[in-house]
Nanobody
Framework: QVQLVESGGGLVQAGGSLRLSCAAS????????MAWFRQGSGKEREFVAD????????NYADSVKGRFTISRDNAKNTVYLQMNNLKPEDTAVYYC???????????WGQGTQVTVSS
């Protein structure tokens, strides 16, 4: 079983920055991907960014590219999301997720609230 715990959410003004963290624990073997998703009020959950463990390849949603940066600390099994130039539309619950190899994202954290005021 894998457990993910997010932290770092909060209330910030538009244009501000925030750094989210997600620590993974449990039986994690081989290659894996860790990702961030978000879900705004009344909206569908959407992909934000992900990064592979071995290759380090990153992917970003167009809406956050250039503003958000995903990174990993493999020794700590932790993924980060540095969010700069935050906008009110970034307001959402942010979820950390993990998948093993080519499997789907089966492991999810509880989420952390990010609120950006105008």
């Amino acid at each position: 079983q894998v457990q993910l715990v997010e932290s770092g959410g909060g209330l910030v003004q538009a244009g501000g920055s925030l750094r989210l963290s997600c620590a993974a624990s449990g039986r994690i073997f081989g290659d894996n991907y860790m990702a961030w998703f978000r879900q705004g009020s009344g909206k569908e959950r959407e992909f934000v960014a992900d990064q592979s463990k071995i290759i380090g390849t990153t992917n970003y949603a167009d809406s956050v590219k250039g503003r958000f940066t995903i990174s990993r600390d493999n020794a700590k099994n932790t993924v980060y999301l540095q969010m700069n130039n935050l906008k009110p539309e970034d307001t959402a619950v942010y979820y950390c997720a993990l998948k093993l190899g080519l499997r789907s994202y089966d492991y999810w954290g509880q989420g952390t609230q990010v609120t950006v005021s105008s």
